[in-house]
């Protein structure tokens, strides 16, 4: 069975502070697939990285950056010099491989509320 | 390029009434997938379609929840007789052949009275 867990439950920081954000995973398929994802107070999913299991290089978008460590097995996200609009849910997720032509459905971890005060 | 389109944005039932919920893939999207949102219990996998064939349903209630994906049109999420538990955000996801990443429709919210 595959598992995500986010031990964070809520982070508050202050505006420009950079914070990280914990995903710890569980699997046993050998190729698979994780991904974060945020939910602002709109309620809407974005999607925001895609990194497969052969990949361990570490990724950076603008303020956005992703450690992934398959030893630990976790896929940590930082957000440097946060943003008040990066008040939002964030969730990690993980799939595997579902047969057929696809990797099917997604687990999630529980989510990390992070609020941005200015 | 429009994204995944998710109707009716709220939908309010009774106890005992139907509820169809409507998902309109990305453009180019043949692949499928519906997730419930529950205060407590986070975002869970129900169900994974493909046109005309159900490939996962795993994660569906074995009663009164059903889903299809037509030929032609919407991919469809119906709940017979809801009752209050049933009260939650559904969100529907889509994606391309051979491709993992799910792009998320903006959701539907049940409320069941």
């Known amino acids: 069975a595959q598992k995500v867990t986010q031990a964070q439950t809520e982070i508050s920081v202050v505006e420009k502070e950079d914070v990280t954000l914990d995903c710890v995973y569980e699997?046993?398929?050998?190729?698979?697939?994780l991904f974060w994802y945020k939910q602002p107070p709109s309620g809407e999913l974005v999607f925001l990285i895609r990194?497969?299991?052969?990949?361990?290089q570490n990724e950076i978008s603008g303020r956005y950056s992703w450690n992934f460590q398959k030893s630990t097995s976790s896929f940590n996200f930082t957000i440097t010099a946060s943003q008040v609009v990066d008040s939002a849910v964030y969730f990690c997720?993980?799939?595997?491989?579902?047969?057929?032509?696809?990797?099917?459905?997604?687990?999630f971890g529980q989510g990390t509320i992070l609020t941005v005060h200015p | 390029n429009a994204g995944v389109m998710q109707n009716p944005r709220h939908l309010v039932r009774r106890r005992g009434q139907e509820a169809r919920l409507r998902c309109s893939p990305m453009k180019g999207h043949s692949h499928v997938y519906w997730y419930r949102q529950l205060p407590e219990e986070g975002l869970k996998f129900m169900v994974y379609?493909?046109?005309?064939?159900?490939?996962?349903e795993s994660g569906m209630p074995k009663e009164r929840f059903s889903a299809e994906f037509p030929k032609e049109g919407p991919s469809i999420l119906r709940i017979q007789q809801v009752v209050r538990g049933d009260s939650a955000a559904y969100f529907c996801a889509s994606s391309e052949l051979y491709q993992e990443t799910q792009y998320f429709g903006p959701g539907t919210r049940l409320l069941v009275l």
């Open positions: 990194r497969n299991s052969f990949d361990e």
């Open positions: 379609l493909q046109k005309e064939n159900i490939i996962d």
């Open positions: 699997t046993r398929d050998t190729t698979y697939y």
């Open positions: 997720a993980l799939s595997g491989y579902a047969g057929g032509t696809s990797y099917g459905k997604l687990t």
